[in-house]
């Protein structure tokens, strides 16, 4: 059947025809052509990139009612040129903006004047460079106060433009991390006072109001004490390679760049994000993405809502009430938002079907890479994600959902609970032999609840998980998934490996997590392998078959519903060695991580 074939250069026109000698030179006019073939496909619709950065002045939105989707049995199919070959061009699609306008101050610091542009991320050729910070936290003596902090020291006040300034508090919550903006900083000789913005500050202590008494906590700990790290003021750019942003001139903000060795006005190329959605899906089916490099997006809720109130996973708060979670008078509560509310995604996809994601690089994205909302059928395959404010990718509601040989690396730079992969009530998802290593919390999540079932976790690479906050795992499962052990979560054949920080379980079922096999998977350094005693209980739940190098606490003695048997525990100090000199062990490490590479 006859293809109907169109093509897209840098050096096209929108008003040529959109062949190979005369292409167009945007995705919206490539995007026009195609809604006026869909109606009659009598082959695949293959719209091809050539070399080079396409700059997006709006997002690329996919809509099935406009004509955007695949019919008759065919696919539409946008690519880069030679796709599939050793050939295939370098094709970016970028939603960013190229800082020009540079002045050299005295102090070696570039400034560029960027209008309402306030940039959370930067890349400076090719590269992603950082917000300069303090990270010693206020200087002096610091007293928490109802509207924000007091310190003894009048340091504060010589920092320029504190309303541009956010506090960081780390492990907030053992799993959380917050940000709050400030509001202002005024003082004397001999005292500071710091106000945060409001209503973000006062949300922030109901929502971190807590006791902990277990394991020796005396429940006067308080995770808003005060901030560990300070980000975006040009007085903290004392690095290069860091930058800031202001508000000192009237009706614009300002850039301050300090330059990397080497860099040069005028011959280093700056891209600040400037859209906040670059590829938007609204219920289109049968299309295909493919061969892209995707990348400089961002995302100004904390600057919209004067902080990130993050709780657990993808989930903050934003609005409505607090509930309040006893863990029992030995233990002490939480409280958690009442209507959380998820991190949204640059690249997203709702309500889609038969789409196909595909060799695709998503970086320096300042949300989540990919969102898949309520979607079925979708194949998500041998891309990267690399360089995220948020999580890689997140499946929300879906069906039949495969994630298969991606790699997810240095996710979450920003929003540092994000987890790698993550999978929210959904039917018969499969995660299968992705790599996933350097990243701040948990590797690969999959919570569970009334619509999960069938979920399968199989022969991932977990590396390096857990690198900045506590209480989670290389991969982490919660809540029912499903009603039976035929019809819940597989987790077979994974090998995750160093998990960074302390109170960590390597593969962990938390929170009445129920109606999981747990087979064949090798855990190493982590601080236990697995946990057995979680609040609210596991419920049917097999460990079978696994290897790791210590004995989980309670091993003897495991829950009444919780089955454990045949798994092996392997010297600690030659655990490697061994696994590998194991046959069923050796089986698992060679299947693990992605299809078809040399390693």
């Not at 840098?10 to 006026?36: C, I, Y």
């Not at 700990?221 to 005060?226: F, N, R, V």
């Not at 890479?369 to 404010?389: K, M, P, Q, W, Y």
């Not at 979560?489 to 390597?506: C, E, H, K, P, Q």
């Amino acid at each position: 059947m006859p293809e109907i074939r169109f093509f897209v250069s840098t050096e096209g026109r929108d008003d040529w025809a959109g062949t190979a000698d005369r292409p167009f030179a945007t995705p919206r006019a490539a995007q026009k052509a195609v809604r006026a073939v869909t109606a009659g496909m009598t082959g695949d619709v293959i719209v091809t990139f050539g070399a080079g950065v396409h700059h997006l002045a709006e997002p690329l939105v996919f809509d099935d009612t406009l004509g955007d989707s695949g019919s008759n049995g065919f696919r539409v199919i946008y690519q880069a040129e030679g796709f599939g070959t050793p050939g295939r061009a370098e094709v970016e699609l970028s939603g960013g903006r190229e800082i020009t306008g540079w002045t050299e101050g005295d102090d070696g610091v570039w400034t560029a004047p960027i209008g309402d542009l306030a940039p959370r991320r930067l890349t400076v050729e090719g590269r992603p460079v950082a917000r300069a910070a303090r990270t010693d936290g206020l200087p002096g003596n610091v007293t928490k106060t109802a509207t924000g902090y007091v310190t003894d020291s009048a340091e504060p006040q010589a920092w320029p433009d504190p309303s541009c300034l956010e506090f960081v508090y780390p492990g907030v919550y053992p799993w959380s991390e917050a940000r709050l903006a400030v509001a202002s900083i005024t003082g004397d000789a001999t005292s500071t006072t710091i106000t945060l913005a409001q209503p973000a500050f006062d949300h922030a202590k109901s929502l971190y109001d807590s006791k902990w008494y277990g394991a020796g906590g005396d429940g006067t700990w308080d995770g808003l004490a005060a901030p560990s790290v300070l980000e975006n003021n040009v007085a903290f750019l004392t690095e290069s390679g860091t930058f800031a942003v202001s508000r000192t001139d009237r009706g614009g903000h300002v850039l301050h760049y300090r330059p990397r060795p080497g860099e040069e006005i005028g011959k280093t190329r700056v891209v600040a994000p400037a859209l906040e959605t670059l590829i938007d899906g609204q219920g289109v089916h049968d299309l295909v993405l493919r061969g892209f490099t995707v990348a400089d997006a961002a995302w100004s809720g904390p600057t919209r809502t004067g902080g990130y109130l993050h709780y657990h996973g993808n989930t903050r708060y934003e609005r409505g009430e607090f509930h309040k979670i006893d863990l029992g008078a030995d233990v002490g509560y939480v409280h958690v938002p009442a209507e959380p509310v998820q991190l949204p995604a640059n690249i997203s996809l709702t309500s889609a079907c038969r789409v196909t994601v595909e060799g695709n690089h998503f970086t320096r994205l300042g949300a989540g890479a990919l969102l898949i909302e309520e979607g079925t059928d979708i194949d998500v395959r041998a891309n990267v994600f690399d360089e995220i404010s948020g999580s890689g990718i997140a499946v929300h509601s879906a069906t039949r959902v495969s994630l298969e040989d991606n790699l997810v690396h240095h996710i979450g730079t920003e929003y540092r609970g994000s987890p790698a992969v993550l999978v929210v009530e959904s039917e018969e998802t499969t995660v299968a032999h992705n790599e996933i290593h350097d990243v701040p919390h948990n590797g690969i999540v999959i919570t569970g609840g009334e619509r999960a079932k069938g979920t399968q976790v199989i022969s991932n690479l977990v590396e390096r998980s857990m690198g900045k906050l506590m209480d989670g795992g290389g991969i982490y499962l919660s809540a029912p998934q499903g009603s039976s052990f035929a019809g819940g979560a597989m987790v077979r054949g994974n090998v995750i490996r160093d998990v960074l920080t302390s109170y960590n379980f390597g593969l962990y079922a938390d929170y009445g997590a129920a109606w999981i096999t747990v087979l064949g998977n090798i855990v190493c350094r982590a601080d236990t392998p697995i946990v057995l005693q979680v609040g609210p209980p596991l419920e049917n739940v097999a460990f079978v078959g696994n290897f790791w190098d210590a004995l989980p606490d309670g091993y003897e003695t495991p829950p009444e519903t919780v089955i454990v048997a045949g798994n092996t525990v392997l010297p600690k100090e030659s655990f490697d060695e061994a696994s590998r000199a194991h046959p069923a062990g050796a089986d698992i490490l060679a299947r693990a991580g992605r299809r078809g590479l040399e390693r």
